[in-house]
């Protein structure tokens, strides 16, 4: 058999990005086994919850037309409730992506005349829309629902304070983003959520508390509904769906919440009863039966690319040594150039359609141009190896995903190769 370093080289990786890589690589095996433990034991969170519930052959099956008695769809749902330990959940293929979970949980437990408040600073973007913070059609501020926001304090800490002067007879709703998403303040851990939470229930009991959960999944071993959230929100097209899972959301919660949401998603007096799963039930459980060591992949990828970089000299998010709370990661290159390479060699590591060279463009709703690099069997899913970057100062790439921990180090490698041959990093800064 040839040598590892030989099959790199066939894959275009040179010997000094080669030795280099496994010069980092030396020093990550405390912190990789700690990311193992992690997926360890979240395995068995998940066979845990499927035997539980006594997950059968035909729970693989789907149902067509009107979707009643669903055994498949009912039994995911009381095993993703096991696993996020919430009363309840629903997990549809009808809803379709992660801003349509947030949305739909939002909606459907706000009335008119109700608040929303953010106590962390600006939510994603593509909830600007949903709450109406950049005005929408159909947005919550159309039916009548304000919203309020309290920053994080400079140095990344609750404003409790503000937050306690926010909270008033109108707020319902709270909402806590849990990933940075693609902002430059830390990602909380759930503990930081939990404590933020009690302080919340402690000046207004009644008020419910939502985490976007978007990234967060598996990356530790408690979820936020552990730590007292009411509702639990995500993508399965990220963490959870394994990369198997090609459409859907979730929302794990308390009974009531749940069961508002399944009656805005189908209909009042419908709600959990309709909703045929089609054939998608097997990779839903399949999915997240994987979704435990496809997300300890991701991170190590990520913890990896922090590794490789920052020693190169460019600005990592987290860095290096940090703990982790989500699988983003971010790199400023501080130059157009460097953050087209490093894209660019991400998707020439693609499974699919790495013969294709990602260019930057005006994306809509975007104020620069951005770069994204996704070779993915799942189109736009970002649990598998994915980057994109805007074409604007800091210059900086927002990089996750990874289904297995081999393609994510090959992608990173790539990368790096694609910088070296283009001269942004001299290839003797890798000695
Ligand atoms: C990805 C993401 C969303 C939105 O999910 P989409 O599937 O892209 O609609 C919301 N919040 C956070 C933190 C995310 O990472």
Known sequence: MESLQEMYARMGIGKQVYEYGESVLEKLAGRFSEIDRIAEYNQMKVVKAMQEQKVSEACLLGTTGYGYNDLGRDTLEVVYAGI??????????????????????????????????????????????????????????????????????????????????????????????????????????????????????????????????????????????????????????????????????????????????????????????????????????????????????????????????????????PDGRESRHDIIQAITFGSPEGVIAFCQGIQAAAPVDSHVTPEPWNMPGYDAEVIMAAGAFVSGSSIELSADGPIKPPYAVYFQGGLTWAHAKFGILKSLQFLVDRGIVQEMRLS
């Open 84 to 317: 996020f330990h919430t009363e309840d959940a629903l997990v549809r293929p009808q809803i379709t992506c992660g801003t349509h979970a947030l949305a739909l949980a939002l909606m459907s437990n706000l009335r008119p005349g109700d608040e929303l408040l953010s106590p962390v600073g600006k939510p994603y973007d593509t909830l600007e829309e949903v709450i109406g913070i950049r005005p929408s059609r159909g947005s919550l501020q159309e039916y009548g629902v304000t919203y309020r926001q309290v920053d994080l304090l400079p140095d990344g800490q609750f404003d409790y304070e503000n937050i306690r002067k926010a909270l008033n007879e109108k707020t319902r709703l709270v909402t806590i983003q849990r990933s940075k998403g693609y902002q430059t303040r830390p990602t909380l851990s759930v503990d930081r959520i939990g404590e933020l939470i009690s302080f919340i229930k402690r000046i207004k009991s009644d008020v419910i508390c939502m985490v976007d959960n978007c990234y967060g999944e598996f990356v530790e071993t408690i979820e936020p509904g552990e730590a007292g959230a009411d509702m639990v929100v995500g993508s399965l097209i990220k963490n959870p769906g394994g990369g198997l899972a090609p459409i859907g959301g979730y929302i794990a919660g308390k009974r009531e919440c749940v069961e508002n949401a399944a009656f805005r998603l189908t209909s009042p007096g419908l709600g959990k009863e309709v909703g045929a799963s089609l054939g998608v039930l097997k990779d839903f459980y399949q999915g997240i039966f994987l979704a435990p060591t496809v997300t300890a992949s991701a991170l190590k990828g990520a913890v990896f690319a922090a590794n490789l970089y920052e020693p190169l000299g460019f600005a990592v998010v």
